[in-house]
């Protein structure tokens, strides 16, 4: 336990340190935001981290649905939780960002408000989990899951079909559209970063989860027993 | 305010939040640890008195 404790704490803190390092000494800045627009490196990873998490979420629920099983629906929990986190940040992050920018703090446009959609969905879907009492508690879950994962495109796809305030597509986004070289590269080195600590949170939230299955269900066979 | 406060703020509240998060795993993990344990000593202590009940019948 120990061991597990100190090498995550330290690949966490690497993992922020490096990305730290290079948005904020490496990375070219900006011409027309300035050094705030260096928030855009956490701000995009954190986001695409809350998709692919609740992308696994909805895999794992469509996997429990047909299966039953206690490890697909392990991992859905741990998605939707790491998920919440990421896209917390991104909540967070994005109008501290659009303040000194936009000189608001938030604005109901469509990309910002099917993303508070999105952190209410999957915020409702752990409080259904921690909350909802019978044995369907997880079915219930495993089909909200795969209901709220149809915000995740409506998300990405926001700023194409509508006209928002959020500034259109930096990647992938037309003609105009694009980063710098020397963006590019930070860009993407704290999108993988962000990636693999987005997959260690699961993966470690996913065997707390298991733990903390198999050992409701030794308590349950301890009762029948009539022991503990 | 200057937008590198704002900068400050958004690095600051994300390590924050991930850290603390990581924290709270680690806890969770450890009482999950601790209750186990727990339980597989109740677990052992009243098999071993149900044994002596037995033998002593």
Not at chain 1, 216 to 226: I, N, P, R, T, V
């Amino acid at each position: 336990m120990k061991k597990i404790a100190t090498s995550s704490i330290l690949l966490t803190v690497a993992l922020l340190g490096i990305t730290s390092y290079l948005a904020l000494a490496i990375a070219p800045t900006e011409a027309t935001m300035g050094d705030v627009q260096r928030i855009f490196y956490y701000h995009v990873p954190s986001a695409w981290v809350a998709g692919v998490c609740f992308f696994i979420n909805f895999l794992a629920s469509v996997w429990y649905l047909i299966k039953r099983s206690p490890g697909s629906d392990a991992i859905a929990a741990a998605s939707a939780e790491v998920g919440v986190i990421f896209c917390s940040v991104v909540l967070i992050t994005g109008p501290i960002w659009a303040r000194p920018v936009w000189g608001i703090w938030w604005t109901w446009d469509a990309r910002l408000t099917t993303t508070l959609v999105l952190w209410l969905i999957y915020v409702s879907y752990l409080m259904l989990r921690r909350f909802a009492a019978g044995g369907q508690s997880q079915v219930m879950a495993a089909v909200l899951g795969i209901f709220g994962f149809v915000d995740v495109p409506i998300v990405y796809m926001s700023i194409r079909w509508f006209r928002t305030q959020h500034p259109s597509p930096v990647m992938g986004g037309g003609e105009n559209s694009g980063l710098a070289p020397a963006m590019l590269h930070v860009f993407l080195f704290n999108l993988a970063a962000f990636t693999v600590l987005g997959l260690f949170f699961v993966w470690l939230r996913y065997k707390m989860e298991l733990a903390q299955q198999q050992l409701e269900s030794a308590h349950a066979q301890a009762a029948l027993k009539g022991v503990a | 305010m200057n937008s590198i406060a704002f900068l400050k703020a958004a690095y600051i509240i994300t390590w924050l939040v991930y850290l603390g998060y990581l924290a709270r795993i680690l806890l969770g993990m450890k009482k999950v640890a601790a209750e186990r344990a727990e339980l597989e000593r109740t677990t052992a202590r009243g098999t071993a008195s149900a044994t002596m009940k037995r033998s002593a019948s």
